[in-house]
Structures are given as structure tokens and as C-alpha cells.
């Protein structure tokens, strides 16, 4: 008896645009693999629906079909990192659009009827337990390295790098070495193909 | 109310604040960086089977959004009631197309279009 053969959930018959970009010499491999680390990073605290691949893919797709141009003397890497993170912002700024429930015109109060595109960009409690669960993964990531774990909470708080090397009191060969470390724990975790 | 909303801000924006500043870590970092982090897993990013091009030269393995259908990608149920009542707003209904008649006309096997037809 012949088992039935389910079809594929991809379609090998389509090129990925990671694919197009590496033919058309747009990117080299080891960018590309320096972009999945950036993807898999920025894919951090958002919603399910959308994944690394998605982000990376949807940044390649753009800049292919000309949407997103770089700008003289940049390099493909910032460029394309700088267009998923503006992917990042997008999504968040559509979900919220999304699920603000809109009021009839009648109840609505009169500044408000005045200007009906005004929108409260107020995040969710969604938003912010996603944003929790991720910083305790990140926290966790550097837990092993005391320098890496100081320089961390100062990042939290929006200090400088000068900032937290005199708060932490690291001579800049120390800064400088824990950012090394932390730089490639990072890129250890973006080449990896874990769910987190 | 006003400081959980207060606080779940607080905490999206600490964690884009951790994601920028770590982000350009990951764009300023040099190959032989990236190269050593390879060898640490084990991989052969020089090899063209590496498991480090997985989600790039093929596909990642599947998620739940190729089997269920997720809150986020769900239409919103405001514009699903709107349509369900037919009310304005929402796209205008498809009526079912009705059936063409079965009868021919004798001798020529198709039936001529309305505004060609003869009247008597």
C-alpha cells in the first residue's frame, strides 16, 4: 500500500529573495548570515505572526523591487538592519492601529471629530508582557558574565557607554573586552535556528 | 490604570532601547568574528549544507502560524460584524450568480446574447 504524499509547505519552485539578493552579488554569505543574527535580534518581543524570516526576507524584498534605495557610502549590512527595524516599528504600529476600537462619529468627542486620524499610539499590556518575557531572556543570555550583565542594565536605563563604564568602574580595555564578548554571544545565538 | 499603562510603556521602550544598542553591535561586527561563533556551534559556514543558512537558503522549520490561524492575522471583529449586517462600510456582497437557462436555441447550439436577441 502506497502512503499518500502530502504537498510541501513551501514552494521550492519560487526563489527566496535571500536567494535573489546572494545572486545578484547585492550581499556576500557571511553578511547574509550576519543579517539573520540581526533578524533573529530585532524578531525579539514581537507577536508570533511575524518571524526573523519574515522580517529578513520582507527587508530584501524591498530593497530588490527598489522601495527602500541605501544611501551612498553605506553598507549593506546597516542598511538592510536599519530596514528591519523600521519593519519592527511598522508592524507594532499597524497592530495598534488595528485593535483600537473606533467610535462612532456621534460619540466621539468634538477635538477628536476635529482631527479623526489623531491615534493613541498607547501600548497594550500584550505589548508590554512580550517586552518583559524578552528582557528576562536577554538577562538570562549574559547571565554568566558579570561585566556583560552590568553593561546590560545600564543599556536598560539608556546610559552612555562612558556612563556605565564609570558607574561599573571598567577601564576601557574592559568595556571594550566584555562588548567583545557580548558581541559574539550574540552572534552565537543569531546563527543558531532555535525557536526562543 | 494610567500607571500599568505607564509601566507596560516603560517596559516596551527599555527593551527597543536594549534591542537598538545590541543591534549595532551585531552590524559593526567583522566576519572573523562571526566566523568564531560558527566554530563555537560546531558549524562550517564554508560548507553548502551548513545548518547556519537555514531560514535563508532554505526554509526555517515550520511555525503555528502555517497551521493555526493567530489573533493578529484574524480580521478584526468590528469590520466582521459590519459585514455579517450588511451595514456601510463594509464591501459590497457578491450576489450568487444565477444560472444560465438549459434551453437552446434549435438549430444553432448557443444561445445568442440578450442584446442581440429578437423580440416579437
Known sequence: ?196 | MHTKMMGAMRRAATLERVLDALGQELVKSSDEELLQAAMDLGMDVTSKGSAAFIGIKYPATPGFEEFFELPTSRRDPLSAARDALGLPGAPARRRPQRRKSASKTPGKGKTPPRHRRQTK
Open chain 1, 1 to 196: 500500500m502506497r502512503m499518500r504524499r502530502f504537498p510541501t509547505l513551501v514552494d521550492t519552485r519560487v526563489i527566496r529573495p535571500s536567494e535573489a539578493a546572494l545572486s545578484l552579488g547585492l550581499v556576500t554569505e557571511l553578511e547574509l548570515l550576519r543579517l539573520k543574527a540581526i533578524a533573529r535580534w530585532y524578531a525579539r518581543g514581537l507577536p508570533p505572526d511575524l518571524s526573523w524570516e519574515d522580517l529578513l526576507q520582507e527587508a530584501l524584498t524591498r530593497v530588490l523591487v527598489g522601495s527602500r534605495r541605501a544611501a551612498v557610502g553605506v553598507t549593506a549590512v546597516a542598511f538592510l538592519a536599519g530596514v528591519m527595524r523600521s519593519l519592527r516599528s511598522e508592524h507594532w504600529r499597524r497592530i495598534e492601529k488595528g485593535a483600537r476600537p473606533r467610535r462612532a462619529t456621534a460619540d466621539r468627542p468634538r477635538a477628536e471629530r476635529a482631527s479623526p486620524e489623531v491615534i493613541d499610539w498607547a501600548s497594550g499590556p500584550e505589548r508590554a508582557l512580550l517586552a518583559q518575557d524578552e528582557l528576562n531572556a536577554i538577562r538570562r543570555l549574559f547571565a554568566k558574565d558579570p561585566a556583560a550583565s552590568i553593561i546590560l542594565s545600564g543599556l536598560e536605563r539608556g546610559l552612555t557607554a562612558v556612563q556605565i563604564r564609570l558607574a561599573a568602574a571598567m577601564t576601557e580595555t574592559e568595556y571594550a573586552s566584555a562588548r567583545k564578548r557580548m558581541r559574539r554571544l550574540l552572534l552565537r545565538e543569531g546563527l543558531t535556528c532555535t525557536p526562543r
